[in-house]
């Protein structure tokens, strides 16, 4: 099975040497579109891809010169930036080559690809876990997300879904976005 993976994950990378950009950039550009407002800074995404801070470096230089990548001064900390996804960015991600690897397993009977999500979710967990990573996630799936709560000043009759780490409003957009923050509980 380790093999299988590895040959799958192989094929995958063959595909994103397209439209002038390489596996990492296509990554790094996938990541940034998904990922909520604490999640968009350098150290995130090497965390999330695995990789050095350099390689993310060098990854995002070569994105801004293509026009698909802006630096941002950070909404929270003055000190950090935020990077974004421009719309030259956008546009390119709707031609991304692993729709290619999405259409395959669209072609696959529903009980087959709700098991092997619920597989592979566990395998990367599992690898995770052996190699110290963080855990990533969906703000709508995470232990910190308060739905309706008293928190951090709100009053039951805001109703408001929040983060639960630092009080921010979420709004259904923000609960569907990748955050570094993700606390993976029972809920």
């Not at 093999?3 to 296509?26: D, I, K, S, T, Y």
């Not at 996804?85 to 259409?103: F, H, N, S, W, Y």
């Amino acid at each position: 099975m380790a093999e299988f993976v590895n040959r799958l994950g192989r094929a995958a990378h063959c595909l994103q040497f397209e439209q002038g950009l390489n596996p990492a950039q296509w990554e790094t550009l996938r990541y940034l579109a998904r990922a909520n407002r604490y999640s968009r800074s350098p150290t995130a995404i090497a965390e999330f891809l695995g990789t050095t801070k350099g390689t993310v470096s060098q990854t995002i230089r070569a994105l801004e010169s293509k026009g698909y990548l802006r630096r941002s001064k950070d909404c929270s900390d003055g000190r950090a930036i935020c990077l974004e996804v421009t719309d030259a960015g956008c546009a390119v991600l709707k031609q991304d080559p692993i729709k290619r690897l999405e259409q395959a397993v669209a072609a696959l009977p529903p009980e087959t690809s709700k098991a092997m999500l619920a597989g592979l979710g566990a395998l990367m967990g599992k690898l995770q876990d052996n190699c110290g990573g963080r855990a990533f996630g969906l703000c709508g799936e995470c232990g910190h997300l308060r739905e309706g709560e008293e928190a951090c000043g709100s009053t039951k009759a805001d109703n408001q879904t929040q983060c639960g780490l630092n009080g921010d409003p979420l709004n259904d957009a923000d609960k569907g976005q990748i955050c570094v923050n993700f606390r993976a509980t029972a809920r």
